[in-house]
């Protein structure tokens, strides 16, 4: 029976469910269960033709193309059937043996070698396969193109807003003007390269028994060369082959995947941090739609609610990943069952971070920046030309030049271009450096941050 996303105790099943429907097919238990009826069926296709080893010739094609079915016509009904077969079992893995089992009965091929399913496997040898595959797929069809989304709408935006001088703060005080495409193409620039690194991480996989000698292998076939049929057969998979480990796979490259996923993660909650500064300075408006209300009180707000929803999620998602990153690797003796519940997690921290990038694409969406806003805090910073001043000073050898600026400037207010530019005049350097410092502007201050913001590509 369909249960209202109402009664729903996680939000991401809940009022956020659609947003986060793309991992569905990667992490529910459905696709848990389905990736490791995968793996068996591929350990036994992988056994199944091998002849040294059933015993009978390879498998037929049609054999094949049944196999093939089992994973292809994978339903939730099929799931649920596995799910009744762990009451009894009390086992989710062997659960799923015994209804492969059960499915190749019907035919004679098959059935004459169904004691090859599960063969000399720890359950290990299926699900860190399974979760390999899980995070490896989702990775590549859902995390890094909705990464890439945020990174192509800050891109534009950074070519866009690439000429437009803003007063920079560093320390939340008036700074060296910028530009505010350049201070987005920084987390272009930033996200771009966290993004590689996610992409760059190989997870890997194992199926060498239960601590990892081959031990069951070697007792039944021990002539038959196990490792190298181990190793060609995660490869086959996609996966990257470690060839030591206890009973588990020892999760160090998830936990470098899911280290990658936080690097990016923290990158993100800077940038929604910064944006929500810009809202609430001015620098940029927020598009509205007419049946939105901001408060419930007070009915001029419009809040950058997208921003902090991401910022909250980013927080979320880290905490988790986090916890995975540091607990996965780490396993008493051969094997402790800590990790097995812990796995079962990987979704939600994922879902927060998809979820996080869809409400900071949305923000990025209604962002408007605001032209006026933005010169008048430039207009009311000249202080800020302190630095060009006493840079040129110091190219022709004026004595003290930071410290006559500071004597200037320094803590105090009412600085204009009046003020400025009757110390300019009094300044013993070339004539054409005096003209050029005295036709200085707060907004023409921008070094090469135009050029920065346009060079950031697509």
């Known amino acids: 029976?369909?249960?209202?996303?109402?009664?729903?105790?996680?939000?991401?099943?809940?009022?956020?469910?659609?947003?986060?429907?793309?991992?569905?097919?990667?992490?529910?238990?459905?696709?848990?269960?389905?990736?490791?009826?995968?793996?068996?069926?591929?350990?036994?296709?992988?056994?199944?033709?091998?002849?040294?080893?059933?015993g009978?010739?390879?498998?037929?094609?049609?054999?094949?193309?049944?196999?093939?079915?089992?994973?292809?016509?994978?339903?939730?009904?099929?799931?649920?059937?596995?799910?009744?077969?762990?009451?009894?079992?009390?086992?989710?893995?062997?659960?799923?043996?015994?209804?492969?089992?059960?499915?190749?009965?019907?035919?004679?091929?098959?059935?004459?070698?169904?004691?090859?399913v599960h063969f000399a496997c720890t359950s290990e040898d299926i699900n860190n396969l399974s979760h390999g595959l899980m995070l490896k797929h989702s990775r590549d069809q859902?995390?890094?193109?909705?990464?890439?989304?945020?990174?192509?709408r800050?891109?534009?935006?950074?070519?866009?807003?690439?000429?437009?001088?803003?007063?920079?703060r560093t320390h939340g005080q008036a700074a060296t003007p910028t530009t505010m495409?350049?201070?987005?193409?920084?987390?272009?620039?930033?996200?771009?390269?966290?993004?590689?690194?996610?992409?760059?991480?190989?997870?890997?996989?194992?199926?060498?028994?239960?601590?990892?000698?081959?031990?069951?292998?070697?007792?039944?076939?021990?002539?038959?060369?196990?490792?190298?049929?181990?190793?060609?057969?995660?490869?086959?998979?996609?996966?990257?082959?470690?060839p030591y480990t206890t009973q588990i796979e020892p999760h160090d490259t998830m936990a470098e995947l899911f280290d990658a996923h936080v690097r990016i993660n923290t990158i993100l909650l800077d940038l929604n941090r910064d944006i929500w500064g810009y809202v609430s300075l001015g620098y940029f408006r927020q598009k509205t739609r007419a049946d939105e209300v901001g408060s419930s009180t007070m009915p001029h707000k419009v809040n950058p609610i997208d921003f902090e929803n991401s910022e909250g999620n980013l927080g979320i998602a880290n905490a988790l990943l986090k916890h995975l990153s540091e607990k996965l690797p780490v396993s008493r003796w051969q094997r402790d069952l800590t990790d097995s519940t812990v796995l079962r997690n990987m979704g939600v921290a994922l879902g927060h971070t998809l979820l996080a990038y869809d409400s900071c694409l949305k923000g990025l969406g209604k962002l408007q920046a605001d032209p006026a806003r933005l010169s008048e805090d430039l207009q009311n910073a000249w202080e800020?030309?302190?630095?060009?001043?006493?840079?040129?000073?110091?190219?022709?050898?004026?004595?003290?030049?930071?410290?006559?600026?500071?004597?200037?400037?320094?803590?105090?207010?009412?600085?204009?271009?009046?003020?400025?530019?009757?110390?300019?005049?009094?300044?013993?350097?070339?004539a054409a450096e005096r003209d050029r410092l005295l036709q200085l502007t707060p907004w023409g201050y921008i070094g090469l941050a135009a050029h920065l913001a346009r060079d950031i590509g697509d």
């Open 1 to 54: 029976m369909e249960i209202s996303t109402l009664l729903a105790l996680s939000p991401l099943d809940g009022r956020y469910q659609q947003k986060v429907a793309a991992l569905r097919p990667f992490f529910s238990e459905y696709a848990l269960i389905r990736n490791r009826i995968h793996v068996e069926i591929e350990w036994f296709k992988a056994l199944g033709n091998t002849p040294a080893l059933t």
């Open 56 to 116: 009978a010739s390879s498998l037929s094609t049609g054999a094949v193309v049944q196999l093939d079915q089992l994973v292809e016509n994978f339903s939730v009904t099929d799931a649920e059937a596995v799910k009744s077969i762990e009451t009894r079992t009390n086992h989710d893995v062997k659960a799923v043996e015994y209804w492969l089992k059960e499915k190749l009965t019907g035919d004679q091929e098959t059935a004459a070698i169904s004691e090859f």
């Open 142 to 152: 859902v995390m890094l193109p909705a990464l890439d989304e945020v990174i192509k």
């Open 154 to 168: 800050l891109a534009v935006l950074a070519r866009d807003l690439a000429d437009l001088p803003m007063l920079a």
């Open 181 to 242: 495409g350049k201070e987005m193409a920084n987390f272009v620039y930033r996200l771009r390269g966290a993004r590689e690194r996610l992409a760059a991480v190989v997870i890997t996989g194992k199926i060498n028994g239960a601590v990892g000698n081959y031990n069951a292998h070697m007792i039944a076939f021990p002539d038959f060369d196990w490792e190298s049929f181990a190793r060609s057969f995660v490869e086959k998979l996609g996966l990257s082959f470690n």
């Open 384 to 430: 800020v030309l302190a630095e060009p001043i006493q840079t040129v000073m110091r190219r022709y050898g004026v004595a003290n030049p930071y410290e006559q600026l500071k004597a200037l400037t320094r803590g105090k207010t009412g600085i204009d271009r009046t003020t400025l530019q009757q110390f300019i005049e009094q300044l013993d350097i070339p």
